[in-house]
C-alpha cells in the first residue's frame, strides 16, 4: 500500500497541488498507514525523486521541486504530533542568505528537506549578517549554521561565511558550531566553500540534510 500511497502522493506535489497531496495524505493514515511511514516512505522518498527527476533531466523542474518540499515540510508538521512517541529532533540548524544576498529560493527548498528529516530549522531569512548568524545559533541552542549565497562576491563578502567563522573563532565556539554553504556561488565552484573557511557545503536540498546530519553528530560526539 505504502507504494501506492507514495505514487499518488509524487503525482499530488508534482501537479504543485497542496490540497491533493495532503487528501492523500489523509486517506492513507484513514486506511492504517502510520504517521511514521507518511514522513519516512512517502514525504521524504518524494522529495528525493524529485531531485532525482531534476539531476537526470527529467520532467520536474525548480519550481516543482520548491513546491514538493514546502508541502512536505507542513505534511511532517501535521504528522509529527500524531507519532506515537514524540520523536526527538535530529538536531538544529539556523538558516539565512549571507550579507548582502536577497535571493531566498534555494535556502526555503533546503529548509523544506531538513524539515522533513526532522531537522529543526530557524530561518532567519534573507540579507543576514554575520554577527546574527552566530547570536541565533547560540541562543537557539544550534549545532549548524547554514549559509546560503547566489553571488560569488556574497559568498566571499567581508560578513559572510568568513566573518561567521571569524566571530567563531573568537568566541571559541568551532568546536560547538558547524558552518555549511551553498547555492549557486559554490556549485560555480565546488571549493568555494574551503575559501570562505565553511565545514561543508551541499549542492542541493537533499544532500544539504545528509551533511547537516553529519555535522549534527559531529558536534554532538
Excluded at 36 to 65: C, R, W, Y
Excluded at 119 to 135: Q, S, T
Aim: proline residues 2%; charged residues 25%.
Amino acid at each position: 500500500m505504502l507504494d501506492d500511497v507514495l505514487t499518488s502522493y509524487y503525482a499530488a506535489i508534482i501537479d504543485t497541488d497542496r490540497e491533493r497531496a495532503m487528501a492523500v495524505v489523509l486517506d492513507a493514515l484513514a486506511r492504517g498507514v502510520s504517521p511514521e511511514e507518511i514522513v519516512f516512505h512517502v514525504v521524504v522518498p518524494a522529495i528525493e525523486l524529485t531531485m532525482k527527476s531534476i539531476a537526470d533531466a527529467g520532467d520536474v523542474n525548480l519550481a516543482q521541486h520548491f513546491m514538493g518540499s514546502q508541502i512536505g515540510a507542513a505534511v511532517v508538521e501535521e504528522m509529527i504530533p500524531l507519532f506515537s512517541e514524540k520523536p526527538e529532533a535530529a538536531g538544529r540548524i539556523v538558516l539565512g542568505t549571507s550579507a548582502g544576498d536577497f535571493h531566498g529560493l534555494g535556502k526555503r527548498i533546503v529548509a523544506g528537506c531538513l524539515k522533513a528529516r526532522l531537522i529543526d530549522v530557524v530561518d532567519l531569512g534573507l540579507n543576514v549578517p554575520a554577527e546574527r548568524f552566530v547570536d541565533e545559533a547560540v541562543a537557539g541552542g544550534a549545532q549548524v549554521i547554514g549559509i546560503s549565497s547566489m553571488m560569488v562576491h556574497t559568498a566571499r563578502g567581508e560578513n559572510g561565511a568568513l566573518k561567521v567563522r571569524q566571530i567563531l573563532r573568537e568566541r571559541r565556539l568551532e568546536a560547538k558550531l558547524k558552518i555549511i554553504v551553498g547555492g549557486a556561488a559554490y556549485r560555480w565552484d565546488d571549493r568555494l566553500y574551503e575559501a570562505v573557511e565553511a565545514d561543508a557545503w551541499a549542492e542541493n536540498g537533499i544532500l544539504a540534510a545528509d551533511v547537516v546530519g553529519a555535522l549534527i553528530r559531529e558536534v554532538r560526539q
